[in-house]
């Protein structure tokens, strides 16, 4: 028996000690969280950047211009660095591919409930832009932040998902990083 050391940790602690399939119960809300970003950007670029091509939608602008709707074709990678695409789809998958393979090898132990929300925020966010580079080309973004960065539902995802994970790294106890189990 392990001593649990928070409420989300107690959650997997008490899973993995009831279910010997908890590896794919964790999968499973990994996928569940993943599915969930997916769709909520998939219909967020339908809403704000398709839809308005064929009929006019309420532009927005908040916080005095400093984010407002906008319609950019994302042709390249961060901040529109020229990427070839099929070099950019191959590098999108490899990366969600690290994550998943990132997760099947923790020890049970250390895996816990934030992580796998924010594994699931990762995935959505890449598997959304990964659609839309494979589908249109492009990544359809709609908020235009400062006058200056266009981006999407999806690469915010992306990016709460990742600060996320590495604060829940941060948050583990010593002895995991010390015998390089994480």
Known sequence: YQTPRSASHLVIVRLMQKNPHARALIFGGCALSTLTFLVIDLLSKERWFDQAFDRPIPQFSFFSGWIQHTFHANHGAIANIPIPLPLLL???????AMILQALWQAPLRTIRLP???AAGLLLGGA????????AFGFVRDWILLGGRSAMNLADISVLLGALFFLFTLSRQP?????RGKI
């Open 90 to 96: 191959a590098l999108s998958i490899g990366v969600c």
């Open 115 to 117: 992580q796998i929300l």
């Open 127 to 134: 598997l959304g832009n990964i659609y839309d580079r494979a």
């Open 174 to 178: 010593s002895s995991f990083v010390k």
